[in-house]
């Protein structure tokens, strides 16, 4: 490090530390500062108090006021107590309150979490599903009010054949709204229908619509919260289009004009989707991050129900828990784009995942009994061989201009700095003879850029990885941790990933010697400083991400490692040199591109020539 970096150092220092102090607060805007704080958990002390009282309300109106609720209530609640019931199969576990009816907790039977407990998809007290309307002059809010169930048996297991709970709201013995929940033998599908059955006098003659509320706190189910919650959020499909969703990190409120064909409560790996018969319309979407260390975000959907007031209305629709695996999603609703809930990248690089990687994997996966980490040596392996020709290419090409580099030298010694055009032309001349194309070693690695960002897009999302050990990493999904820091570093996070420092460490490598194949020049020194800081920053982008991910970058970039290393052996720069004085004997034919590229040249020149005539 020399003088003039030092000082350069000290003063960045110096600066720091002055701005630091000159931005300090004053002690009068200390004190303003404590004051909001002050009156910010006060207001959260309130809000606190609030809605416990709610709660009490609540109770007292449909537990411990029994005569309140004859009095006053438009719907049947005598010797009424709350029930739970289930219906379950091999795949799902739902429990069902005769409380407002609804579903209380979602069991993914064939799961677990990070820490290897049940997953629970909705946790109990962490969701909404119910139905406010007006009725004799009173706003409903169904979840309020205690069910009747269709059946004296309170669990259902739907081993051979479907099998059906309805929960009925009374109004009287004639008059009810009915939730139905029907659930198949393995399946993630359970038909949702409501049914309002002679409810025209009961229900306010001035409603054209009945309101469905469905929300839930989505739990952390992964190993890292951060990372988990990038890919947590409200998805949405507007009907016979495209598949949308709302802000992944910030909150966000929506209502869509525009019909919707489902709505989806997705987070990393699993989803809960409702889907509807007939597409919703003037859907109420909101969306935040939860503000408790166990929840990742909040999700709530209003969605007008249009209501006539005939004797019988019903509401067809079906929730979907389960996996967000390609394949399933597609066997449930590929006619509806259900696995378009897998972030696969933008348009132009997810036909990629679609039809080559996930087909690929699938066949690997489906036809050997490998470990998931062979499985992804095999399929880097498979990608590396197709693109060997491109790579061949693109190194051909960069010692095509390595080899050339001293005539490029003499070249640019003959010409002034007041000559640049002409200089360029003479060097595109000794490529054009010598049949070299100046950006044949770019154009290869352009093509093979959206591989790389498809793939980047596929490991994090891959449900298949998720607890698939490898060597050293528990969970290809995730991190693969092999220390924990007992701090935290910035934009890097409190553990080491083994998988991430040797993807870092490869790309070092290989940066070197793609960097010895370079022609050196100014230039090319400067393009090199930053080609060598971004295996830095991926370090700490990577580091955090899925371990998989990180496997396959390392695995990819050794093999490439390799290739170069074999085609430098069988290529020798002074045939190389030879072959290229060969093809600068032989007549170049122009192609069009060439010809109309040195017309611009000629006219740029020749303008050039009169603005210093002009001057003159």
């Known amino acids: 490090?020399?003088?003039?970096?030092?000082?350069?150092?000290?003063?960045?220092?110096?600066?720091?530390?002055?701005?630091?102090?000159?931005?300090?607060?004053?002690?009068?805007?200390?004190?303003?500062?404590?004051?909001?704080?002050?009156?910010?958990?006060?207001?959260?002390?309130?809000?606190?108090?609030?809605?416990?009282?709610?709660?009490?309300?609540?109770?007292?109106?449909?537990?411990?006021?029994?005569?309140?609720?004859?009095?006053?209530?438009?719907?049947?609640?005598?010797?009424?107590?709350?029930?739970?019931?289930?219906?379950?199969?091999?795949?799902?576990?739902?429990?069902?309150?005769?409380?407002?009816?609804?579903?209380?907790?979602?069991?993914?039977?064939?799961?677990?979490?990070?820490?290897?407990?049940?997953?629970?998809?909705?946790?109990?007290?962490?969701?909404?599903?119910?139905?406010?309307?007006?009725?004799?002059?009173?706003?409903?809010?169904?979840?309020?009010?205690?069910?009747?169930?269709?059946?004296?048996?309170?669990?259902?297991?739907?081993?051979?054949?479907?099998?059906?709970?309805?929960?009925?709201?009374?109004?009287?013995?004639?008059?009810?709204?009915?939730?139905?929940?029907?659930?198949?033998?393995?399946?993630?599908?359970?038909?949702?229908?409501?049914?309002?059955?002679?409810?025209?006098?009961?229900?306010?003659?001035?409603?054209?619509?009945?309101?469905?509320?469905?929300?839930?706190?989505?739990?952390?189910?992964?190993?890292?919260?951060?990372?988990?919650?990038?890919?947590?959020?409200?998805?949405?499909?507007?009907?016979?289009?495209?598949?949308?969703?709302?802000?992944?990190?910030?909150?966000?409120?929506?209502?869509?004009?525009?019909?919707?064909?489902?709505?989806?409560?997705?987070?990393?790996?699993?989803?809960?989707?409702?889907?509807?018969?007939?597409?919703?319309?003037?859907?109420?979407l909101i969306s935040k991050n939860s503000q408790e260390a166990e929840f990742l975000k909040n999700a709530y959907a209003e969605i007008p129900l249009p209501y006539n007031g005939q004797t019988n209305e019903q509401y067809n629709m079906q929730f979907f828990f389960g996996p967000n695996s390609y394949n399933i999603l597609k066997e449930y609703g590929n006619d509806i784009d259900l696995p378009d809930v897998i972030n696969m990248g933008w348009k132009w690089i997810a036909w990629f995942n679609k039809y080559f990687v996930i087909p690929i994997f699938n066949f690997l996966q489906n036809n050997t009994t490998l470990n998931y980490g062979i499985i992804i040596l095999l399929l880097t392996l498979i990608i590396k061989i197709i693109l060997l020709p491109l790579t061949y290419k693109s190194y051909m090409s960069q010692a095509r201009m390595r080899v050339l580099k001293p005539q490029v030298d003499e070249i640019s010694k003959k010409y002034s700095a007041d000559k640049a055009m002409e200089k360029q032309q003479a060097i595109m001349k000794l490529y054009r003879q010598a049949g070299v194309n100046p950006m044949g070693g770019c154009l290869p690695m352009l093509i093979q850029m959206p591989i790389l960002i498809a793939l980047f897009y596929f490991f994090p999302g891959a449900i298949e990885l998720r607890q698939q050990g490898f060597l050293w990493a528990t969970d290809l999904a995730s991190y693969d941790s092999i220390a924990t820091l007992p701090f935290t570093i910035p934009f890097y996070g409190d553990h080491v990933s083994l998988f991430c420092l040797l993807m870092t460490a490869t790309n070092i490598v290989y940066m070197v010697m793609n960097n010895r194949n370079q022609p050196q020049n100014d230039q090319m020194k400067g393009m090199q400083t930053m080609m060598y800081i971004m295996p830095i920053m991926f370090l700490f982008i990577f580091n955090s991400y899925s371990s998989g991910l990180s496997y396959y970058y390392f695995i990819a970039t050794l093999i490439t490692i390799l290739q170069t290393w074999i085609i430098r052996k069988f290529v020798n720069d002074q045939k190389l040199l030879k072959q290229i004085e060969i093809a600068k004997t032989k007549p170049v034919k122009k192609s069009k591109f060439q010809q109309r590229l040195e017309s611009m040249q000629k006219e740029q020149q020749r303008r050039l020539r009169e603005q210093q005539k002009g001057r003159k």
Do not use: C
Request: aromatic share 10%; proline share 2%.
């Open 1 to 284: 490090m020399d003088k003039n970096t030092i000082i350069g150092l000290v003063i960045i220092f110096l600066i720091l530390i002055g701005f630091s102090y000159l931005n300090r607060p004053s002690e009068e805007q200390l004190r303003e500062m404590h004051r909001q704080d002050s009156i910010a958990q006060i207001e959260q002390q309130k809000m606190k108090i609030a809605a416990a009282k709610r709660q009490q309300e609540i109770e007292a109106t449909t537990k411990g006021n029994s005569d309140r609720v004859k009095s006053d209530s438009v719907f049947m609640q005598d010797s009424l107590s709350e029930e739970l019931y289930t219906l379950e199969n091999d795949n799902i576990k739902l429990n069902i309150s005769s409380r407002g009816g609804r579903i209380t907790i979602v069991n993914l039977k064939k799961y677990r979490t990070h820490d290897s407990l049940p997953l629970i998809l909705w946790k109990e007290n962490e969701s909404v599903l119910g139905m406010n309307f007006y009725a004799q002059n009173q706003e409903i809010n169904t979840e309020n009010f205690l069910f009747v169930p269709s059946t004296t048996t309170k669990s259902l297991y739907a081993k051979e054949q479907p099998q059906t709970l309805a929960m009925r709201l009374y109004a009287t013995s004639d008059k009810y709204i009915e939730y139905q929940y029907t659930l198949s033998p393995d399946s993630y599908i359970v038909d949702f229908n409501i049914i309002t059955h002679n409810m025209g006098d009961v229900i306010a003659t001035n409603s054209s619509f009945l309101t469905l509320n469905w929300g839930i706190n989505m739990p952390q189910l992964e190993k890292s919260k951060d990372f988990e919650n990038r890919y947590t959020g409200i998805y949405y499909k507007f009907f016979e289009d495209d598949v949308e969703h709302m802000s992944l990190t910030s909150d966000e409120e929506e209502t869509l004009t525009t019909k919707i064909q489902w709505i989806d409560f997705k987070q990393q790996f699993f989803s809960s989707i409702l889907i509807a018969k007939t597409p919703f319309s003037d859907v109420t």
